[in-house]
């Protein structure tokens, strides 16, 4: 994209432009027209303004009538009434068009982020996506509200003006603006300067924002680090590259005026040379030409204003650029049409030589096969890295099977709709996701409708009732962002209520305990057997402790099953179940000698 000037001779602008009318300026289209004849009516008021002027000096001034004068006086209160109420109509109507295409395109973008792929989010920062909200969108809000009452008060304003002069004397009009058209090429340039400054800008604020939402939400590292100072270095460096780039962009908007001050000064010298000499030799008479020049005065302004809107637009449109990119993403995990809603009545699942690459090429899972039976509880277990936790998010196609199938009671989970294969399923995870809000919408999260009653009851049994009691509100009690007012046990037995609360027929138990002290440990372990009864359950397990008493084992080592059975039979083994046991001994043993 180049500048306004050009920008219908720019296809990937043109494109831009007409996907922003079709998909959201459309809509409003009569709040635009109405607010495009205020607009109207508030450019004809200041022309007829101008206008007055020549009676006012020609037969009030110059020929003393009295009449006249309070003629002139009631029409000028008039037309400023007018100009009142068309300018009111005019600006809501914009502040409101303006507002809504925002909200529209944040409700979509939203949207978007909720339906992409997981492997999205975990390619990206939240705070770059948060930033798009924030920045991008004000940004593209600034443009649209700027833009619509630029092109319309201000365009209609100039033609008016323009029209009056050329009404009034064409020749000494085309003297006024013979020298403008002279300030196109440094607009041109100024706006393609503002695009670079503009992007760079964005793209620097997101940093910006990606930095402080690390910063504030690893705050205990930093502290613990003693890391203050180099954080404020950091900081300091994005701020101060900032401020530069801020100020650069306000120097390249401000170059603008110049221009058009030189300009407007050389067109009402001649104005005043040319005109003065013409009312001198009698040719024209002073009101004349005192209307005439009021009119080149009033149109300077908004001319000057349509010069600037240039820099506007250019930072809305990068902004939308980066906004509709992100947009235009498709996710690559959907729903089939027509696909059949998916009701586990057995819980039987079925793996088939199952591969996974992430999209990097590199290689996860080599050729898994699984066959879980129905309420079986099986553990997944294997070193660090060896592909236990992708296996688990394939279930729930958080990721899809490079080759090989999932099945669930012999449906093919990519045949079937994501909610009802996602609904059939709880997980519940060694990150424990709490949301800023009360411990009872926590626990109902997922099943808003669920009663009081419910909600007690699933808490209760991931004994989670005592301590929520003692909490000062109690279930209303905020657990503020990620539960940071909570324990590390304690907010895993509000995720395990939540999925008591689902009471979904499989479970998937993502080291759920791994993080937890030993006597959090034994509430938690003892909360999930409750939840685990009469359920397909795959465990991830990292303390082996927590698995021996699974159906079956399998031993997962660099993305393949190296062995499959029970605990006392892996022991018997004596191949890497029983020396991860054997370590796992060891390590517990010397931590409790300590």
Excluded at 508 to 516: C, H, N
Excluded at 539 to 565: F, K, N, P, Q, W
């Amino acid at each position: 994209m180049k500048t306004f000037l050009d920008l219908f001779s720019d296809k990937a602008s043109l494109s831009l432009v007409r996907r922003l009318w079709q998909d959201y300026i459309k809509p409003y289209k009569l709040y635009i027209v109405g607010g495009l004849v205020c607009m109207a009516v508030a450019a004809l008021t200041t022309a007829f303004l101008a206008q007055l002027l020549q009676p006012l000096f020609d037969d009030v001034f110059v020929s003393r009538n009295e009449a006249m004068l309070y003629h002139v006086a009631l029409m000028v209160f008039a037309v400023f009434i007018l100009k009142g109420i068309s300018g009111f109509g005019e600006s809501v109507s914009m502040i409101y068009v303006g507002q809504k295409i925002i909200a529209d395109i944040q409700k979509r973008l939203f949207d978007h982020f909720v339906m992409a792929d997981l492997a999205y989010f975990h390619a990206r920062s939240s705070g770059e996506l948060v930033s798009r909200f924030t920045n991008d969108v004000n940004l593209m809000r600034n443009a649209v509200t700027t833009t619509l009452t630029g092109i319309g008060k201000d365009t209609l304003s100039v033609i008016f003006l323009i029209g009056l002069m050329f009404y009034q004397d064409w020749l000494l009009a085309s003297f006024a603006f013979f020298v403008f058209p002279l300030a196109i090429f440094p607009i041109v340039k100024i706006g393609k300067k503002m695009r670079k400054v503009s992007l760079n800008t964005q793209e620097e604020m997101g940093a910006f924002t990606i930095l402080l939402h690390q910063v504030f939400q690893g705050m205990r590292v930093v502290k613990s680090y003693a890391m203050e100072s180099y954080e404020k270095k950091r900081v300091s460096r994005l701020i101060d590259n900032l401020c530069r780039l801020n100020i650069k962009g306000g120097r390249v908007r401000a170059a603008s005026h110049p221009i058009m001050e030189t300009l407007g000064g050389l067109a009402i010298v001649i104005v005043i040379l040319y005109g003065g000499s013409q009312v001198i030799a009698g040719n024209r008479t002073t009101g004349t030409f005192i209307s005439f020049i009021t009119a080149l005065l009033l149109a300077y302004e908004p001319m000057k204003r349509l010069a600037g809107l240039n820099a506007n637009l250019q930072e809305g449109l990068a902004a939308a650029f980066r906004i509709f990119a992100i947009m235009d993403l498709k996710p690559t995990i959907t729903t089939l049409p027509k696909a059949p809603h998916l009701e586990v009545k057995k819980g039987k699942i079925l793996l088939n030589n199952v591969c996974f690459a992430y999209p990097n090429g590199k290689s996860a899972l080599k050729n898994i096969s699984l066959d879980i039976r129905a309420g079986q509880r099986i553990a997944l277990v294997g070193p660090s890295g060896s592909g236990k936790s992708t296996l688990l998010n394939l279930i729930p196609r958080f990721y899809d099977v490079s080759s090989g199938s999932i099945s669930i009671d012999g449906h093919d989970i990519r045949e079937v709709t994501l909610s009802s294969l996602r609904s059939q399923m709880a997980l519940v995870s060694q990150e424990v996701i709490l949301f800023d809000d009360s411990v009872r919408a926590n626990i109902a999260y997922g099943r808003w409708r669920a009663s009081e009653e419910e909600i007690v009851n699933a808490a209760k049994a991931a004994a989670a009732h005592t301590f929520i009691m003692a909490l000062p509100q109690g279930y209303d009690t905020v657990v503020g962002e990620q539960g940071v007012r909570l324990s590390g046990g304690q907010r895993q037995r509000l995720s395990i209520a939540r999925a008591m609360l689902k009471n979904a027929p499989l479970l998937l138990l993502d080291e759920a305990t791994s993080s937890l002290d030993t006597e959090s440990e034994r509430q938690v372990q003892a909360a999930l057997d409750r939840l685990m009864e009469g359920r397909t359950t795959i465990v991830v397990a990292h303390r082996l402790s927590t698995v021996v008493d699974a159906d079956m084992i399998y031993v997962i080592e660099e993305g393949e099953v190296a062995e499959m059975g029970t605990h006392h039979e892996l022991l018997k083994n004596n191949k890497t179940y029983s020396r991860l046991v054997e370590l796992q001994f060891v390590t517990d043993t010397l931590k409790v000698a300590s």
